[in-house]
T-cell receptor
């Protein structure tokens, strides 16, 4: 499979628990992006990486959120002490740095916080 | 900061007809890129069409074309000969240009398009 993959596809958790999502980008892509999409809205940018370096974080990314891309390949997004307002679809995308063409999106991880 | 506005939350079109989805944006940048992405029900987002701001010619991809009006900051999508498979959410998106390379997208809220048989 040469596309962007995300795991798990669905996660149900109780408020206050920690959750971690994984994204595997297209292998040659050096940029990786995390977006959050709530029902009826467009995706909103959270953070992005070039290789292992985190280049930018949105103000949406509270202290409870942390993202890593340790070896410049896959990335993880962790949410600590989840809140009901964290319920959303978390999308990962990847691209080449020197390309103003498309970002390739994964299928997303749907988080439900009870 | 850039903003993208899609003023049509929902639209419908008869199969084989033509439909136009609207998008306006606000930016102080002169170098940027605009995109239309499609998100079918329960499926991942895919690129429909892309436009470079420095190009005056409107982009076309098969049945999909755009009307890019840079001065008006307008970027509409026209779908010709609509097909049932075009049923999806459509998002307009903005990417700033410059030397930073491929950067985060700013999306509109989307337009839900239903193609009716």
């Amino acid at each position: 499979d040469t596309g962007v993959s995300q795991n798990p596809r669905h996660k149900i958790t109780k408020r206050g628990q920690n959750v971690t999502f994984r994204c595997d980008p297209i292998s040659e892509h050096n940029r990786l992006y995390w977006y959050r999409q709530t029902l009826g809205q467009g995706p909103e940018f959270l953070t992005y990486f070039q290789n292992e370096a985190q280049l930018e974080k949105s103000r949406l990314l509270s202290d409870r959120f942390s993202a890593e891309r340790p070896k410049g390949s896959f990335s993880t997004l962790e949410i600590q002490r989840t809140e009901q307002g964290d319920s959303a679809m978390y999308l990962c995308a990847s691209s080449l740095k020197n390309s103003y063409n498309e970002q390739f999106f994964g299928p997303g991880t749907r988080l439900t916080v009870l | 900061a850039q903003t993208v506005t899609q003023s049509q939350p929902e639209m419908s079109v008869q199969e084989a007809e033509t439909v136009t989805l609207s998008c306006t944006y606000d930016t102080s940048e002169n170098n940027y890129y605009l995109f239309w992405y499609k998100q079918p029900p329960s499926r991942q987002m895919i690129l429909v069409i892309r436009q470079e701001a420095y190009k005056q010619q409107n982009a076309t991809e098969n049945r999909f074309s755009v009307n890019f009006q840079k001065a008006a900051k307008s970027f509409s999508l026209k779908i010709s000969d609509s097909q049932l498979g075009d049923t999806a959410m459509y998002f307009c998106a903005f990417m700033r240009g410059g030397f930073s390379g491929n950067t985060p997208l700013v999306f509109g809220k989307g337009t839900r398009l239903s193609v009716i048989a």
